[in-house]
């Protein structure tokens, strides 16, 4: 099992549609997740962080986590072509000693927004 | 403001080259990495610095040597790569590593596109 797993799309979505994104992890006892935004041949752009249980709204973009389930997502509403991009969930806290901790990426998932 | 600055933004380099690539924050933040991406990869981590010393080495071949001179900058000295380490080259930082849940967001810098011959 994969430590942070992503659907690698693409995902397609029309504009002005909400776009989901979902991701899954393996530790409970991860403590912060990450959602960047990557533009083809550019660096990782934070969007969103989430450390407690339950939705954090900032703009058009809700970031959700269920750390019961292991399970954190993005939802983009009104999507605009701009959001055409890689997203990648990003999991801090995996498997390491305090202090030394490792940010773990998913293998992102490739959102199209068709106009 | 958030920004972390690397130079250069490209660099073309033989395999007999030694060649540095540079990276600096002004935020105050004491925790610096370096990551190395593929195309259609995530990044993946390969050096730590927390509080100027070497905290996480992911197990990177000796022709990368990283090199932290204060809390403001990050180098990663290069040396007799191989043309399959060519790569973006990502530099981070977060503002505290060991305030787990607070100041760990990671803030990356735009890249240097390495391209070894």
């Known amino acids: 099992q994969k430590e942070v797993e992503q659907n690698s799309g693409p995902l397609s979505v029309p504009e002005g549609a909400i776009a989901s994104l979902n991701c899954t992890y393996s530790?409970?006892?991860?403590?912060?997740f990450f959602w960047y935004r990557q533009y083809s041949g550019k660096s990782p752009e934070l969007i969103m962080f989430?450390?407690?249980?339950g939705d954090k709204e900032d703009g058009r973009f809700t970031a959700q986590l269920n750390k019961a389930s292991q399970y954190v997502s993005l939802l983009i509403r009104d999507s605009q072509p701009s959001d055409s991009a890689t997203y990648l969930c990003?999991?801090?806290?995996?498997?390491?000693?305090?202090?030394?901790?490792?940010?773990?990426f998913g293998t992102g998932t490739r959102l199209t927004i068709i106009p | 403001d958030t920004e972390v600055t690397q130079t250069p933004k490209h660099l073309v380099m033989g395999m007999t080259n030694k060649k540095s690539l540079k990276c600096e924050q002004h935020?105050?933040?004491?925790?610096m990495y370096w990551y190395k991406q593929k195309a259609k990869k995530p990044p993946e981590l390969m050096f730590v610095?927390?509080?100027?010393?070497?905290?996480i080495n992911e197990s990177v071949p000796s022709r990368f040597s990283p090199e932290c001179p204060n809390s403001s900058l990050l180098n990663l000295h290069l040396h007799a790569l191989q043309p399959e380490d060519s790569a973006l080259y990502l530099c981070?930082?977060?503002?505290?590593?060991?305030?787990?849940?607070?100041?760990?967001?990671?803030?990356f810098g735009p890249g240097t596109r390495l391209t070894v011959l």
């Open positions: 989430i450390y407690s249980n």
């Open positions: 935020m105050g933040h004491r925790a």
């Open positions: 610095y927390s509080y100027e010393k070497l905290s």
């Open positions: 530790d409970r006892g991860s403590q912060s």
């Open positions: 981070a930082s977060s503002q505290d590593p060991r305030d787990r849940g607070r100041t760990d967001t990671q803030y």
């Open positions: 990003a999991v801090n806290g995996l498997l390491r000693t305090f202090g030394n901790e490792k940010l773990t």
